[in-house]
């Protein structure tokens, strides 16, 4: 069995959440399979050892962004929403279904390393509005984004698509 098969058959659905109509892709299920959790890690640790920092949109993106950092012996960086982060910020909005939300990276947190080879990771991409805004960020603060990663991709939403179209690579483990 491949590896996204596996993950594929890890993840849980829940019906109707958050809301009715919704298929909810559970990824608790894969997490606690440590086994399984660890070959996830050690696979993207493997593909992209060579970038200088793992990006993780909070909050699951954390999960396995900081896994593959410390992995790969890299830094780690959170992309947060708005007012979660300390320090000095740069912020990019992003579409939801009704209105819009925000998030911010530190202004420094490449430490001035000059184009530093980025990857970003979160659990899914849907829309791509998150990801989207994610990569926007990157790239204000001078991040060379080598690709955005992905546990999961809903296909028939579209997402990977926006994030292609900005040029950027996108890995998707498991597609439904």
């Known amino acids: 069995m491949t590896l996204a098969e596996k993950v594929q058959k890890a993840i849980r659905d829940i019906p109707d959440y958050p809301q009715k109509g919704i298929i909810f892709k559970d ?23 060579n970038v200088d920092f793992i990006c993780g949109i909070e909050s699951r993106g954390f999960i396995f962004g900081a896994a593959i950092a410390a992995k790969i012996k890299k830094g780690f960086v959170p992309l947060r929403k708005k007012g979660k982060l300390p320090y000095t910020t740069v912020a990019e909005k992003y579409a939801l279904e009704y209105g819009f939300d925000e998030i911010e990276i530190h202004i420094d947190a490449f430490k001035n390393v000059k184009n530093p080879k980025v990857l970003l990771i979160d659990d899914l991409i849907a829309t791509g509005g998150t990801a989207e805004a994610a990569v926007k960020l990157i790239e204000k603060i001078g991040g060379d984004l080598v690709a955005a990663a992905f546990i999961i991709e809903l296909t028939f939403l579209d997402g990977a698509k926006k994030i292609k179209e900005l040029g950027v690579e996108v890995d998707s483990l498991v597609k439904y």
Request: net charge negative; glycine share 4%.
């Open 27 to 49: 990824i608790t299920t894969l997490l606690n399979d440590g086994e399984l959790f660890s070959e996830v890690i050690d696979y993207f640790s493997e593909k992209y050892k």
